[in-house]
């Protein structure tokens, strides 16, 4: 289990308990966070769950793969702590992670 | 339209789910009533020919979310119930058993359903469709390893049931009337590539075949073939297609052509009535506005936006460019575009690396792409026609320079011209 905190584009704070296991894109859209589309359901086939991991983070979420960084170059707004939320796995090592949420996933 | 406060929606599937999802989340406050068949609360049906059916997916997490949240945004979910009549005059959906209900605006998600086989035999045990989380618990305990499968059909469910079956060591033989597979839905050349996939995975094909009966007395047995070919078989699984579930609107005297047919708000010919998703056929903006009805979970979800901005009175969103994705074994085949009228193709990479992409052209014009292993490949394109541009042939074909180069010249050179 892992307490996360999505803060969307507007600064409104979604903290949510995610179960070890789902992914934190998951964990967004079964509790209706605005902000995560997640079109193909967590598949990498879509880019819509782009994420910024919270810098102090990066360690312990690690690195996109090579198929998401393809994917990634092409959404919108990239920054260098941006992921795909579908490819990042719930541990208790993620326990208080923070993710913002772009303007748009379009 | 006038006032409206109360919406139904029939078809508790991706694009019922999100139609009910979007109307709260851009706040409308009025009655969202959405009916489902089904026992189950909205879900994704794509995992159910690849990680449901392997066992590496619970049911719960295939759900597009879970059942209580509907209770939360006030939405009545009512499950395991049927619409069975539309009365447009009164404006009132009546239910199995007899109960109606009033609405302002309807919205028919109703999907659609599989064709089965029209075949002697067809009603046997071990005789399957896919389209239903209960359809793959109902194959599942036949589906094990060393069980000869016959996969009727080589679209991509039935390729996906393939590569899952395969991984999981059944014995798979695949029967397909053309004489490739995928022949509907992609060009010769990548059907040829995703042949020699399976093919290499030890599936055996028989293509030009003709099933003229299923063999067995309680179970099947096997399928015979026109040719009198027998293939053994302990599970039998349809992948032939679908029909668009168009009843409630035929009997209610909506028009109807391949789908229900609405303009490009998605309202059908009466218009307090929506229909999007697998039953419904709209315009393709990006396609000259050519009337196209789309299986994919992009249209789905597209149709659920477009009709819930509709009804809410907004603008709906721009249209994307329809997308599409399958994953067989370690290949993730992405799709951006419709190929239909393509006149000529441009590889970019190598098929032996299992990391390409193929480009349909009509003319000048770049209209689709395949992309195996290849996302920026698919989502350049996708941008790319979603803005009516194109790149040129020859230097597509240069894999050398990445696509996110090419992509970004392509919209400099447009925004120069502007
Ligand atoms: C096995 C499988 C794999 C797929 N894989 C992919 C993929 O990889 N990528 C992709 O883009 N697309 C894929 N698709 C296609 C995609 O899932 C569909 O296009 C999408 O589900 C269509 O959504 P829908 O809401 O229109 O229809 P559905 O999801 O079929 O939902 C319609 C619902 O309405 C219900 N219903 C119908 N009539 C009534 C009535 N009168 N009263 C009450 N309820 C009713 C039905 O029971 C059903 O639950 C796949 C489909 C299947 C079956
Ligand atoms: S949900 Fe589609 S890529 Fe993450």
């Known amino acids: 289990m892992a307490k996360i905190t999505y803060i969307e584009a507007s600064g409104k704070e979604h903290v949510i308990d995610a ?57 919108n707004d990239v920054e260098t702590n941006s992921r795909l939320s579908c490819q990042i796995k719930v541990s208790d090592a993620l326990d208080g992670l923070v993710v913002r949420l772009p303007k748009s996933q379009h | 339209m006038d006032e409206i ?38 879900y994704q049906r794509p995992p ?27 939405i009545a979910w009512l499950k395991s119930t049927r619409a069975v009549w539309i009365d447009r005059t009164n404006r009132r959906v009546r239910l199995e058993g007899g109960r109606e209900l009033s609405y302002d605006a309807l919205v028919l998600a109703t999907g659609a359903r599989p064709r089965k086989l029209p075949l002697a ?34 679209g991509y469910i039935g390729l996906e049931v393939t590569a899952v079956a395969r991984k999981l060591g059944l ?14 839905v992609t060009s010769p050349e990548m059907a040829g590539f995703f042949l020699d996939e399976h093919t290499s995975k030890g599936v ?55 789908g229900i047919v609405t303009d490009r708000q998605c309202r059908t010919s009466d218009p307090a009535i929506f229909a999007i998703g697998d039953c419904a056929s709209r315009p393709m903006v990006h396609y000259d506005n050519r009337v196209e009805r789309l299986e994919s979970v992009h249209n789905a979800i597209e149709g659920a936006k477009i009709a819930a901005a509709t009804i809410l009175g907004q603008a709906p969103p721009a249209e994307e460019t329809p997308w599409f994705w399958s994953d067989q074994y ?16 441009v590889l970019r990479g190598s098929m032996a690396d299992r990391a390409f992409a193929m480009f349909y052209y009509k003319g000048e014009r770049l209209i689709a792409v395949d992309a195996i292993n290849k996302p920026a490949e698919f989502l350049g394109t996708k941008m790319l026609i979603a803005k009516g541009l194109s790149i040129a042939p020859d230097i597509l074909a240069d894999a050398s320079r990445p696509m996110k180069e090419l992509v970004a010249e392509a919209q400099k050179t447009a925004s120069q011209k502007t």
């Open chain 2, 330 to 345: 370690d290949l993730k085949l992405q799709i951006a575009g419709l190929f239909g009228g393509y006149d000529h193709t």
């Open chain 1, 19 to 75: 179960p070890n296991g789902q992914t934190v894109m998951e964990a967004a859209v079964k509790h209706a966070v605005p902000g995560i589309d997640a079109d193909c359901g967590g598949a990498c086939a879509c880019a819509t769950c782009h994420v910024y991991v919270d810098p102090d983070w990066l360690g312990k979420t690690g690195e996109p793969g090579s198929m998401e960084q393809s994917m990634l170059d092409f959404a």
């Open chain 2, 121 to 154: 035999g067809a009603d046997l045990a071990g005789v399957h469709v896919l389209r239903t989380a209960g359809d793959v618990d109902a194959m599942r305990a036949a589906f094990v390893p060393g069980a000869k499968l016959v996969v009727v059909g080589a």
């Open chain 2, 171 to 184: 014995d798979v033989t695949v029967v397909e009337s053309a004489v490739r597979p995928l022949a509907r």
């Open chain 2, 204 to 258: 055996r094909f028989v293509l030009g075949g003709q099933c003229a009966l299923i063999k067995g007395v309680d179970r099947v047995r096997g399928v015979g073939l026109d040719d009198g070919q027998e293939v053994a078989a302990d599970i039998v699984i349809a992948g032939i297609g679908v029909t668009p579930d168009v009843a409630l609107a035929q009997h209610s005297g909506l028009t109807i052509g391949n």
């Open chain 2, 48 to 74: 159910l020919s690849k990680q449901y059916l392997s066992g590496e997916l619970p049911m719960e997490r295939v759900l597009l979310r879970p059942p209580e949240v509907y209770t939360h945004e006030n």
């Open chain 2, 5 to 42: 406060r109360r919406v139904i929606i029939i078809g508790a599937g991706q694009a019922g789910g999100e139609t009910a999802q979007r109307l709260r989340q851009g706040g409308f406050t009025g009655e969202i009533t959405l009916i489902g068949e089904e026992p189950h609360a909205p």
